[in-house]
């Protein structure tokens, strides 16, 4: 019925390359998976439960099981606002033993006012000197399996992240840490929070051990980068105990890689601004701010920024060891 409105067929006849009329077709999606790379954009993210954390989401982007040596993953941490209660309350300085206090720092909310202003009401039942040494968490990370590292990069929200000496890091977005393989952490969220997260088994040299990191990117010198017109910084230092390291990088529009990348190190990449055109072997990507790239060793690996507003991307790379 053309009666009231486009006439039939018209959009046969009056075809658009508009990026809006290429958008959500029905099956279709910019990713891809091959040998030797793949391509996950946002509307194929699958999230479910991440194991022994409380009220947090995950997205596995990357894993051996692509052929990577690490993993990649979005952690959404739901924190306590959308969920109008909190999952529990933790206590960060043990003063003394006090029954009253441990009864509190179980993850339930079992004994935790149900709904309305449960932080409030909830410390509010608890002596004054108690609520001090207690901070009410939405959401709660667990440590990754024995001898693995972990660097955490918040995307959205923020975190606290507390060690084992009694130390809490109040990390924003842009800010990260690096956790060595088996130093005892967590991290809490009570508002949403999004972290991209890199996970590999450490492998050691000599007697070098690495050290906790905590930084922004902003704060992060500019390197040199010869033969190149990117600019780049690094979030760890460039010292042996670390096996891999991540890359920020920004590209002008109209910039590109000289190098026609070939090399032995894998990489896993989250573009964090702008778009462009990534070349990974013999096929040709358009990528936006969202995307993420595996590239196995070896893959041929090229991008040139386009669009209007500067490219950004975070990049692992494993550096520093024998690959043999
Ligand atoms: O350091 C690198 O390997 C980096 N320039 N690779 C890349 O951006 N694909
Ligand atoms: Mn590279």
């Known amino acids: ?81 959308d969920r109008g209660e909190i999952a529990g309350l933790e206590k960060f300085e043990e003063t003394e033993e006090d029954e009253s206090i441990r009864s509190w720092t179980s993850p339930t909310t079992s004994n935790i006012c149900a709904s309305g202003s449960v932080l409030s009401c909830s410390l509010a039942r608890l002596p004054i000197s108690v609520a001090l040494q207690l901070k009410a968490y939405g959401s709660k990370s667990a440590l990754p399996p024995k001898d693995v590292e972990r660097l955490i990069f918040v995307l959205q929200g923020s975190i606290a992240l507390s060690l084992e000496s009694g130390t809490t890091h109040s990390l924003l977005v842009d800010s990260y840490a690096y956790l060595p393989a088996n130093m005892k952490h967590s991290m809490i969220s009570d508002g949403p929070t999004t972290l991209v997260i890199f996970e590999r088994r450490y492998t050691a040299i000599g007697d070098h051990h690495p050290d906790l990191v905590v930084g922004s990117t902003d704060k992060q010198p500019l390197l040199e980068t010869p033969g190149e017109v990117f600019e780049l910084r690094k979030l760890l230092p460039t010292s042996l105990p670390y096996d891999f390291n991540i890359h920020i990088m920004d590209f002008q529009p109209g910039e590109y890689l000289n190098v026609k990348e070939v090399h032995y190190n894998q990489h896993g990449l989250l573009l964090l601004e702008g778009q462009g055109i990534y070349r990974l072997g013999d096929s040709w990507y358009p990528v936006q701010a969202g995307d993420t790239i595996w590239m196995a060793p070896f893959v041929p690996q090229w991008y040139a920024a386009l669009g209007k507003t500067k490219s950004r991307y975070l990049l692992y790379k494993d550096v520093n060891r024998n690959p043999l």
């Not at 390359?17 to 958008?23: K, N």
């Not at 959500?24 to 040998?35: A, C, E, H, I, N």
């Not at 040596?69 to 959404?76: D, K, P, S, V």
């Open 1 to 81: 019925d053309c009666s009231k409105g486009t006439p039939l067929y018209w959009k046969v006849t009056n075809p658009t390359l508009a990026p809006v009329h290429l958008q959500d077709l029905p099956g279709f999606t910019r990713s891809v998976y091959k040998k030797d790379h793949a391509l996950i954009t946002p509307e194929s993210h699958v999230f479910s439960p991440l194991p022994d954390w409380t009220n947090s989401l995950g997205a596995y982007l990357i894993s051996p099981a692509l052929g990577a040596h690490f993993t990649m993953y979005l952690a959404n941490m739901q924190g306590a606002e």
